[in-house]
T-cell receptor
Framework: DAKTTQPNSMESNEEEPVHLPCNHSTISGTDYIHWYRQLPSQGPEYVIHGLTSNVNNRMASLAIAEDRKSSTLILHRATLRDAAVYYCILSRTSGTYKYIFGTGTRLKVLA | DSGVTQTPKHLITATGQRVTLRCSPRSGDLSVYWYQQSLDQGLQFLIQYYNGEERAKGNILERFSAQQFPDLHSELNLSSLELGDSALYFC????????????FGQGTRLTVV
């Protein structure tokens, strides 16, 4: 399974955009890029996923590098409720999805 | 609320014992995943079932086993428990065997004393 590398922690001010980076240099052509987040005392929740093109949804945007070796999760306006651990995960499109979680980035949002 | 129900929420048991954790997936979801989250190991994928059959195996110990029943609920059995098995155990479900979004339950916190 391909691995991802994320910073251990990041800080952001409330109401400001947050860019959470992820490196996945060993990604293969059939790997989707997923982002999940885990709020304190809760199970992980889906944020967004993409394959090659940038993606937007109501929660966030996902910017994928042209060579797909890195991606960035963008929270457009961070709120205190966005404080969580954010996981960048790769998963193959063929066969079964094994979401292999790394250590993630702990995001702290300052009021 | 993700729609995935895990019971019990908390469990305290002694070393050497056996416990069963239960997971009810979201209505209509055929795939169930089990994860273990401990402080020093992060989220570890254990096993996946799809429509009653095992589809993928991760770092699951031989002392652990799982199954998915015809009504699609799943059970994770942990036996000969050790102190190191203390962790949060999460269940997730998705519609298909290969899916882009999985829904996680709130977890079962297991404490082995």
């Amino acid at each position: 399974d391909a691995k991802t590398t994320q910073p251990n922690s990041m800080e952001s001010n409330e109401e400001e955009p947050v860019h959470l980076p992820c490196n996945h240099s060993t990604i293969s052509g059939t790997d989707y890029i997923h982002w999940y987040r885990q709020l304190p005392s809760q199970g992980p929740e889906y944020v967004i996923h993409g394959l090659t093109s940038n993606v937007n949804n109501r929660m966030a945007s996902l910017a994928i590098a042209e060579d797909r070796k890195s991606s960035t999760l963008i929270l457009h306006r961070a709120t205190l409720r966005d404080a969580a651990v954010y996981y960048c995960i790769l998963s193959r499109t063929s066969g079964t999805y094994k979401y292999i979680f790394g250590t993630g980035t702990r995001l702290k949002v300052l009021a | 609320d993700s729609g995935v129900t895990q019971t019990p929420k908390h469990l305290i048991t002694a070393t050497g014992q056996r416990v069963t954790l239960r997971c009810s997936p979201r209505s209509g979801d055929l795939s169930v995943y089990w994860y273990q989250q401990s402080l020093d190991q992060g989220l570890q994928f254990l096993i996946q079932y799809y429509n009653g059959e095992e589809r993928a195996k991760g770092n699951i110990l031989e002392r652990f086993s799982a199954q998915q029943f015809p009504d699609l609920h799943s059970e994770l059995n942990l036996s000969s428990l050790e102190l190191g098995d203390s962790a949060l155990y999460f269940c997730a479900s998705s519609q298909r065997v290969s899916d882009t979004e999985a829904f996680f339950g709130q977890g079962t916190r297991l404490t082995v004393v």
